[in-house]
């Protein structure tokens, strides 16, 4: 198992390129399932463990997948023969959940994994399987596992008690296939489920409304391939403009959607760092100690859960006190007590996490929890005195693309060790 040593306290500058959205990406690899036509081309796919694993996934069920150099994924899903997603790549990465939806509308019948426990938080799929079943799916759960079978699914009004991301996309997915019309009340947002929308629209789908609280579908009576672009990682993105941030730098982001990062980009201007917005990049510069800034996560357009273990990094070196509230997850604090070992005054009670600024960190080892709370320590580890080794670092593999060469060509001085 590798580790990352980071030697801190060198502002940051330069230039970085975003990579594709990982979250736009993993549903889309889902949706290639559906395809009963032609092949499924995904340009510039972020080069990622989860993007591994989700083609493993596919590769299991008989789906060919071909990458090349510059990571364009082809997918031919004409061979699949096995309506089956296992524990052992379910219990690895949670999204695999997104296949159920689409094997239920082109094949009638999956059996996948029950996502088990998970770092962040219960993340249960109840939603998901509610609402299939209001498509006319029989759903039972047996030995950690989802049978789910229909003759064909039918078109439903679904109203989520409360938004989901991957429920939203689910539901979207299986819906294109579906007889007759489904409307999607309270639906997320997150402009990865835009981005799917637009990638299944492309493919023969009728999906309006996306970006809204209300999604509607037409169903139709097939998908065929088509080739796409997913948009920039803003939450990547993201996790780049606090490390301009935190070590009072200068670096200019490349390839994004600035509109996405909005409520980031909103907070890191209350903090105090510059910001100048072109059409597709933006730069950020701090000059002086950071403010301290409350934060309170939600969906989308609010401020995103997945940013908050980075902007809690920050607040850690801020000048003053701040509160970060996370409504998202239960669970959503881990890297809390590891940035504690670097020095950071944290008290976390329920859902808030009430910090003092310290105007030193110090570099210490610290474990990584899960993908955001590793982008977190990385972020402290940058900021810190003396040296920070990151163990358990499979995490932010999981999530980010060529991080440390991405760092290092901005001036970090990090590097990746065997343990
Ligand atoms: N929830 C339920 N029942 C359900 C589904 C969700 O109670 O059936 C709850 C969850 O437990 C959570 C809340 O609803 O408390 C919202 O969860 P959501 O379903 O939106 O999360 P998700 O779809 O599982 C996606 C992203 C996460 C991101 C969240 C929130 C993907 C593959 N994952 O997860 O990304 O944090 O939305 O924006 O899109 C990450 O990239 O690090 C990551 C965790």
Known sequence: MDKLLIDGQQPLSGSVRISGAKNSVLPMLCASVMVSDGQVELENVPHLQDVTTTTRLLTQMGISVTMDEFMDISLDPSTIHNLYAPYELVKTMRSSILVLGPLLAKYGEAKVSLPGGCAIGMRPVDMHLDALQRMGASV???????????????????????????????????????????TIK???????????????????????????????????NSLKGTRHK????????????????????????????????????????????????????????MKKRPKAINIETNAYPFFPTDMQAQM????????????VKENIFENRFMHAQELVRMGAKIRVHDNIAEISGSKELLGAPVMATDLRASASLILAGLAA?????????????????????????????????PM
């Open 312 to 323: 809690t990094a920050l607040n850690c070196i801020a000048d003053g006190d701040s509160s």
């Open 230 to 285: 997913p948009l920039p990682d803003r939450i990547e993105a993201g996790t780049f403009m606090v490390a301009a941030a935190i070590t009072r730098g200068d670096i200019e982001i490349n390839n994004i959607v600035p509109e996405h990062s909005r409520a980031v980009i909103d907070k890191l201007i209350q903090s105090g760092a510059e910001i100048k917005i072109l059409k597709d990049s933006v730069r950020v510069k």
């Open 140 to 182: 039972s759960v047996e030995n950690g596992y989802i049978t789910a079978k229909v003759k064909k699914l039918k078109g439903a009004e679904i109203i989520f008690p409360r938004k989901s991301v991957t429920g939203t996309e689910n539901i979207i997915m299986a819906a294109t296939l579906a007889k007759g019309t489904t």
């Open 186 to 220: 309270n639906a997320a947002s997150e402009p990865e489920i835009s981005d799917l929308c637009l990638f299944l629209n492309k493919m023969g789908a009728k999906v309006s409304g996306f970006g809204s609280d209300e999604v509607t579908i037409h169903g139709v």
């Open 385 to 417: 005195k003396g040296t920070t080794e990151i163990g358990r670092v499979y995490h932010i593999d999981r999530g980010y693309d060529c991080i440390e060469e991405k760092l290092q060509l901005i001036g970090a001085r990090i590097s990746r060790k």
